[in-house]
């Protein structure tokens, strides 16, 4: 909607996603051979001595300059406006944008960044910081958006409670006033200078990221910036400016503002269809002086500037680990915790990773208790924010989020002050209490959260029947949002002490850390919950030990769920064709990823590629509490779920031969591949943590599950893998054990009630009921 209302000749009115009828129907209705258009587009534009850092083959130097823009995309007819949009999914927001003069220009000087930092501020005195206090805002992010060397965007996104969205003029009043602050404050030197430093000690100590993404990210900073800044980019701002900086501010007035307002309450007050995705709109002008009148009637709240950042580390040092540990340790353990440890040997930074698993039996045993534990982990978020921004801003990132056994703690980044952030955490569980206006705030995003379930794509709503089939402990959706409006603030102000009543620690703590310093932090977060002559959590009872189950599915059997999608405005179709294989095993655990490896090219290129059905086209490994299987996940708009999953099964005959006639060279290349794979290294910190995370949970933890699995590659046979296949993947295998599940768009509707009456195949089953299914069926043994 921005795009379409920016002008017509500029490139930045057209988007890069077409369809048959964008890229065919009306281009050939203008005599214009799109074809014939991009060749002549390709000619003009690509030339050697334009492109940097690397080609895949030789590209001629036809000496071409640089592509210039024929002019601003937004003119006067495009700036002071409102629009009221109506968006796909619930919810209210407000976009507000500036054209800008590109900070790229004056990239030293990090005018946006400086700005972007203020205005999307959530410390105390910040405008977001007031909105909430108001009641009036979910999130606010603000910063540069669209960025070229000749024109570029200043965006602030908003979004709104149903409060705010009825008071848009003040939010909006409340804005400006925040800009007119920063005009009167003046640019300030001691806030640039910190952000300067948070920006050099990111820089210094960046995590190490993907080699592809690296040398994108390179080769654009070749186009844009000087030989000398092709590494550093516009990430280091060092020149304070304050010509710079008040010139952007100035930009961000109401003479060029453009206002875009989404909400579901627009529907049938618009005038407009915007052409491509089909959104309703309306569009008003808004003058300057209406905008100065919003800032003289909102309310008169103590908008200032932040606080200076406590959380910015100063203590950078590397400390030594006494003991080089290659693996993860488990270093204590009592009736309260269990402390696994792993100091860094390998990237040598001054970050930490820490989590905590709070394993509480009362948080998960219904629909009502995960929902209550959902607003009990979104509220401390909420109560967080306004102190623990500064430490995310400093690059100590934090998270609290509901799991399958309770909830859990996270803690990302500098080791120096990290401490200082997970003791106010901790503080804040252990003296939770449930502010009513926060409660009603929180209550409403998370209703409007789990009604937008509903705009899922097909093919994820697939994927989540998949696990409610599958998994034991899993509650549906639609029962949480059938209890979620019942449920009140007295109701989890009762519940929240019960859920903490009785729980069990699991800890992980790594990084630039040393082991007292681990011990000790444990050691503190045990004395917090479980010390004391009130205690507020007890030890759990073996018998309150509870780990997710998968259920078993029989040999030989099909097993298929068909449901309508629940968009009906949704024309895709998605299938999830699954194959439950084994228990964790390393000799299996191969084979089948090597299966996998092998036909994952030649099932895009067949299902995709040749038969067309389907633009998201998958073939993927799955692991359910150490249950292994394969799953092919397609939607189509072209065809319906049934007639994909015939498919599915036409390709796994077709591979059949393949694997056969595989020669040994071929077999040799594929196990080298999964083998180079697998002995790839870890680029940062996170990445390994999260690696032995996984194996933690996991109840029953292979640190060296890489190096165990590569052995059993090494000594794998082509045989041995066919026989595999044969035994588990093989269309008609008598050990083969299969799950589809079929979720049917509007333009299917038709194969869906015909289903319904369908004979059902010998050695296959239709499932009806959900529950009634994964009652009936045995589970698969804890491994814990």
């Known amino acids: 909607l921005q795009k379409h209302l920016s002008l017509e000749s500029h490139p930045f009115h057209n988007f890069s996603t077409g369809n048959w009828d964008t890229l065919y129907v009306r281009p050939k209705a203008k005599g214009v051979d799109t074809r014939q258009e991009l060749l002549k587009f390709y000619e003009d534009k690509y030339s050697a001595n334009l492109m940097h850092l690397d080609k895949f083959q030789e590209i001629q130097n036809s000496d071409r300059s640089h592509f210039q823009f024929p002019d601003q995309p937004c003119t006067s007819e495009h700036l002071q406006i409102l629009v009221r949009a109506v968006p796909v999914k619930q919810g209210h927001k407000l976009r507000i944008v500036w054209p800008i003069t590109p900070s790229i220009l004056h990239y030293k000087d990090g005018p946006c960044k400086y700005l972007g930092h203020l205005i999307g501020h959530k410390g105390e005195g910040s405008l977001f910081y007031v909105l909430k206090r108001l009641g009036w805002a979910t999130g606010l992010s603000a910063g540069e ?68 993404y690296y040398v994108l990210n390179i080769s654009s900073n070749m186009q844009r910036y000087p030989e000398k800044d092709w590494l550093v980019g516009s990430s280091l701002p060092s020149d304070f400016n304050p010509t710079t900086i008040q010139k952007i501010l100035n930009e961000l007035s109401p003479e060029s503002v453009r206002i875009f307002w989404e909400s579901k309450k627009f529907e049938g007050l618009t005038d407009k269809v915007e052409p491509w995705y089909g959104t309703a709109y309306s569009i008003e002008k808004v003058s300057p002086s209406t905008i100065q009148a919003w800032m003289s009637s909102a309310p008169n709240e103590n908008l200032h500037l932040p606080a200076p950042n406590v959380f910015i580390p100063t203590d950078l040092s590397i400390k030594n680990a006494q003991e080089k540990i290659k693996l993860p340790v488990s270093l204590r353990k009592s009736s309260y915790s269990k402390l696994w440890y792993k100091p860094d040997t390998v990237f040598f930074t001054p970050k930490a990773y820490v989590k905590i698993n709070f394993d509480c039996p009362h948080a998960i045993n219904s629909s009502e208790t995960e929902v209550l534990t959902d607003l009990f982990t979104r509220l401390l978020m909420d109560y967080l924010n306004e102190y623990a921004y500064y430490a995310r801003v400093a690059g100590l990132r934090y998270h609290v989020r509901c799991t399958d056994s309770g909830f859990q703690v996270t803690l990302v980044g500098y080791n120096h002050k990290l401490r200082i952030l997970l003791e106010t955490i901790v503080d804040k569980i252990a003296k939770f209490e449930v502010k009513p206006d926060r409660f009603s705030v929180i209550k409403e995003m998370a209703i409007k959260d789990y009604q937008n379930w509903k705009f899922q794509q097909p093919y994820e709503q697939a994927k989540d029947y998949f696990s409610l089939i599958l998994e034991d402990q899993s509650w549906p959706w639609m029962e949480q949002l059938e209890v979620l409006p019942c449920l009140n603030a007295e109701d989890l102000a009762k519940f929240a002490p019960i859920m903490l009543s009785r729980a069990f620690l699991e ?181 390994e943590s999260q ?94």
């Open 691 to 784: 690696f032995y995370w996984t194996e933690i949970i996991s109840g029953a933890p292979k640190f060296d599950r890489r190096e165990a699995e590569v052995d059993a590659l090494k000594k794998l046979t082509q045989q041995e893998l066919i026989y595999f296949f044969d035994e588990n993947l093989k269309v008609g295998a008598t050990r083969k054990k299969t799950l589809s599940v079929r979720v049917y768009g509007n333009q299917h509707l038709a194969e869906y009630n015909s289903q319904k009456s369908e004979a059902v195949q010998p050695n296959t089953v239709q499932i009806d009921d959900i529950f009634s299914f994964r009652r009936s069926r045995p589970l698969y043994a804890s491994v814990r």
């Open 145 to 212: 958006g669209v960025c070229t060397s000749e024109f570029s965007f200043f965006k602030v996104v908003i979004g709104l409670t149903d409060a705010g969205q009825d008071r848009m003029q003040d939010v909006i009043g409340l804005l400006f006033r925040y800009i007119q602050l920063l005009q009167e404050s003046g640019v300030c030197k001691w806030i640039f200078d910190e952000l300067s430093a948070i920006c050099e000690t990111g820089f210094h100590y960046k995590d190490k990221i993907s080699p592809m």
């Open 507 to 687: 800890c992980y703590i790594a990084g630039n850390i040393v082991h007292e310093e681990a011990v000790s932090m444990i050691h503190h977060v045990e004395d917090v919950f479980f010390k004391g002559s009130n205690p507020i959590c007890q030890p759990l009872f073996p018998s309150q030990i509870l780990r997710n189950r998968v259920v078993k599915l029989g040999k030989g059997m099909n097993y298929c769920y068909s449901k309508e999608g629940l968009n009906p405005s949704d024309e895709n179709s998605a299938l999830v064709h699954y194959i439950q294989v084994h228990r964790d095993d390393f000799k299996l655990n191969v084979k089948l990823q090597l299966v996998a490896l092998i036909a994952e090219q030649a099932a895009f290129h067949q299902l995709r590629s040749v038969e067309q059905l389907g633009y998201i086209t998958l073939l993927r490994l799955r692991n359910d509490s150490g249950i292994h299987g394969l799953q092919f996940i397609i939607q189509s708009t072209v065809k319906d779920p049934g007639h994909i999953d015939i498919r599915v099964e036409a390709f796994l005959k077709m591979f059949e031969s393949k694997l056969y006639e595989m020669t040994k060279d071929d077999f040799k290349s594929n196990v080298n591949a999964l083998i180079n794979m697998k002995l790839e290294k870890h680029k940062n910190l996170s990445e």
